[in-house]
Antibody, heavy 119, light 110 residues
């Protein structure tokens, strides 16, 4: 079955950078678009970014443009999210989400990794 | 502020039926497909419904989805205490190339 395992979260000081990873299994990773979605404590999900199956098409939420970079390595079945200049408002659980086949609608979610931005 | 509007909470007794609405002020839903997610306390969101009315793998037929114009609805029949969760609607807006979610609805099974 579909498995998405995120890692790389932790406590980070404001202004620092962080890279999150998501290892996929149970489906042909190189055939599916992939999203990052975050959820701040006590809040609803907030979409962050999406990357097409081949890594060519990528889209970002306005709130993260210029600071976040989504990428993937299909040979490693891994999705990445690079976050620069971390801010307190970036504190959230970050989920990778598999898109449905053929488009970017969101499907299955991983278990998430918590990023806490604090001095 | 969520682009999709959901009621903050709904409640019903065990065995009863409940519906949760999701409406858009723009064409987010009208021209795109809606998904529904269930988030049990302390866990990740779980896909229930995709493409407006298709149940995800392993989801019982007590859960159903529908869409009409700029509104979508999640229905749950035969309510169980284990259904107590937050429910979110979401869509990929093909025109704007963004994903949007509702603010969530907390279901209480009395």
């Amino acid at each position: 079955q579909v498995q998405l395992v995120e890692s790389g979260g932790g406590v980070v000081q404001p202004g620092r950078s962080l890279t999150l990873s998501c290892v996929a299994s149970g489906f042909p990773f190189s055939s599916y678009g992939m999203h990052w979605v975050r959820q701040a404590p006590g809040k609803g999900p907030e979409w962050v970014a999406v990357l097409s199956f081949d890594g060519i098409d990528k889209y970002y939420a306005d709130s993260v443009k210029g600071r976040f970079t989504i990428s993937r390595d299909n040979s490693k079945k891994t999705l990445y999210l690079r976050i620069n200049s971390l801010r307190a408002e970036d504190t959230a659980v970050y989920y990778c989400v598999k898109a449905n086949y053929g488009d970017f609608s969101l499907g299955y979610w991983g278990q998430g990794t918590l990023v806490t931005v604090s001095s | 502020q969520s682009v999709l509007t959901q009621p903050p909470s709904v409640s019903a007794a065990p065995g009863q039926k409940v519906t949760i609405s999701c409406s858009a002020s723009t064409s987010n839903i009208d021209n795109n497909d809606v998904s529904w997610y269930q988030q049990l306390p302390g866990t990740a969101p779980k896909l229930l419904i995709y493409d407006n009315n298709k149940r995800a793998s392993g989801i019982p037929d007590r859960f159903s989805g529908s869409k009409s114009g700029t509104s979508a609805t999640l229905g749950i029949t035969g309510l169980q205490t284990g259904d107590e969760a937050d429910y979110y609607c979401g869509t990929w807006d093909r025109g704007l190339s963004v994903a949007v979610f509702g603010g969530g609805t907390k279901l209480t099974v009395l």
